[in-house]
């Protein structure tokens, strides 16, 4: 049976604030970033559990939109993600989660359903979500399955609609310019994620202070104000250290404290992106400030990435 000449694409993931208080219900910001899980249809068997709890959620979510179609036979989603590593190591942009999206849209797709539209996305964020945490055997927050699905830059436990990636509108610019920075440790998120619920109450001191630099940051971005962006970037920083030192686990590693430095020296801001440990950093830099000033800054073992925020969440392309 021939592969389809159809692929889906799902964008990966940078978290910018409020790692771990998002999982007590505070608000967290997610971007996507402009490199793409690649799904198309292929005959075999589910490649990882990832697809194959992907296959048994976008049935379902084909019965909840009320389509009798189905792939065909005897095809599965095979999923291309080496764009979420550089030299053999992961850059934590959400791999995993970027292919269960793509798998669960191209099945989807397959089946005759537009997975471009809001309403359908929505469906397969959901499936995509349930998919995820079924897998890997832990529930997160979902950041990365609602990068993935709708793009651009999305706020989880919304404080007001305005901010639901269904309402279509775009989110305002941050006043901020974005840059990414991969350290040279690659990190299990399920792992932290674990070890955080298992310590409960002596993680909240540190949470409160996420929590707190998570609001401030929308506060910020609601009103545009860049100086009040960076201050709650630095306060997530040291909610970090002091997680760090509850989870008996060092989430500001010797890179993150350097890459944080260098974002100093150009008068930007830096803290780790999603779980912490390693994997990536995320830096803001003042309006008008150029990439290549923070590139000269950062150690040449820490090289700036060559991501961007992704205006595109999932959708198909012939080839």
């Known amino acids: 049976m021939a592969a389809s000449r159809q692929v889906t694409r799902a964008p990966g993931k940078a978290m910018l604030v409020g790692e771990y208080a998002v999982l007590d219900g505070a608000p967290a910001v997610v971007a996507a970033v402009d490199c793409y899980a690649v799904a198309r249809l292929c005959p075999g068997e589910p490649g ?30 095979v ?37 471009d539209e809001r309403p359908i996305q929505r469906v397969v964020q959901q499936a995509a979500t349930r998919a995820h945490d079924a897998a890997q055997g832990v529930r997160g927050s979902g950041a990365d399955v609602l990068a993935a699905t709708f793009g651009g830059l999305c706020v989880l436990h919304a404080p007001e609609p305005a901010w639901d990636p269904l309402a279509g509108a775009a989110a305002p610019p941050l006043p901020a310019e974005l840059c990414f920075v991969a350290t040279t440790t690659s990190v299990s998120t399920a792992a932290l994620v674990g070890r955080y619920r298992e310590i409960g109450a002596a993680a909240q001191p ?4 996420l929590r707190a630099a998570a609001e401030r940051f929308l506060r910020a971005w609601q009103s545009q104000d860049g100086g009040a962006l960076l201050a709650a970037v630095e306060q997530a920083y040291t909610g970090y250290a002091a997680l760090g030192t509850a989870l008996e686990r060092p989430l500001i590693t010797a890179d993150h404290a350097r890459i944080a430095a260098a974002a100093h020296k150009v008068g930007g801001v830096a803290k780790p992106s999603g779980a912490g440990g390693g994997d990536l950093a995320v830096v803001f830099l003042p309006p008008g400030t150029a990439a290549a000033a923070l590139a000269q800054a950062l150690p040449p073992e820490l090289p700036l990435l060559n991501l961007h925020v992704s205006p595109r969440g999932l959708h198909c392309v012939e080839i």
């Open 48 to 77: 990882s559990p990832f697809i194959a709890c992907a296959v048994s959620e976008a049935m379902a979510a084909l019965d909840e939109l009320g389509v009798s179609a189905r792939p065909p036979a005897g095809l599965v989603p």
């Open 206 to 209: 540190a949470i409160k202070t």
């Open 79 to 115: 999923v291309d993600t080496q764009s979420f590593s550089v030299g053999g190591r992961k850059l934590g942009v959400g791999s995993s989660a970027s292919a269960t999206v793509a798998a669960v849209g191209a099945l989807l797709a397959a089946a005759g359903v537009a997975v």
